[in-house]
C-alpha cells in the first residue's frame, strides 16, 4: 500500500452513495464554486493538458445556467479539447454534434463577453488571453490551431 500510488477504485455501494449525496446536496457544484482553494484549477494544472479530459466535457455541459460558476481556464479547455471531437452519421451523434456545436456557441459568447465588456473583471479577461497564449505553445499542433481558432472567435 504506498500512499503516493495509484489510487483504488472505491466498491460500488459507495459509488452509489456518492451518487445520491450528489444528487441531494449538490456537492459537485458546491466544489466548483469552491475558489479557495480552486479545486478544478487544481485538478487541470496536475492533470495536465496532454491527458484526456472526459469529466470537463460532462461538468461544462451540466453547469450551462452558469458559466460563471466554473473557472475561465475551464472552459478555454473545454472549448479546445472539445473542438476536436467528431460525430458519426446517425440520427444520435447528429443531434449530439449539433448539441455540442451549440454548448460551443454560448460558450464563446460567454468569454466574447469576458474580453469585451467594459464592467468584466479584468483578471477574467487576463486569464482568458493568457490560456490561450500558454495552449499556442503546446507541442501538439491541433492543440495549437485549436487555441489560435477559439482565440480567434472569443476576441471578435
Known amino acids: 500500500m504506498d500512499p503516493h500510488g495509484p489510487a483504488r477504485k472505491p466498491p460500488t455501494v459507495i459509488l452509489e452513495q456518492l451518487r445520491t449525496m450528489n444528487a441531494k446536496l449538490k456537492l459537485g457544484d458546491l466544489l466548483c464554486r469552491s475558489r479557495n ?58 443531434k449530439g454534434f449539433i448539441k455540442k456545436r451549440k454548448k460551443q456557441e454560448e460558450l464563446l459568447f460567454h468569454l466574447q463577453k469576458l474580453l469585451h465588456e467594459p464592467d468584466s473583471e479584468p483578471h477574467n479577461t487576463v486569464e482568458v488571453i493568457s490560456y490561450f497564449m500558454k495552449r499556442l505553445s503546446s507541442q501538439q499542433t491541433s492543440a495549437r490551431t485549436f487555441s489560435f481558432e477559439r482565440l480567434e472567435y472569443a476576441s471578435v
Open 37 to 94: 482553494p480552486d479545486f478544478l484549477l487544481d485538478v487541470i494544472q496536475r492533470q495536465g493538458t496532454t491527458q484526456s479530459m472526459s469529466w470537463l466535457s460532462e461538468l461544462v455541459e451540466s453547469s450551462a445556467s452558469s458559466f460563471n460558476m466554473l473557472p475561465v481556464q475551464c472552459l478555454c479547455e473545454f472549448l479546445i479539447s472539445d473542438a476536436g471531437t467528431t460525430s458519426d452519421a446517425n440520427e444520435d451523434s447528429e
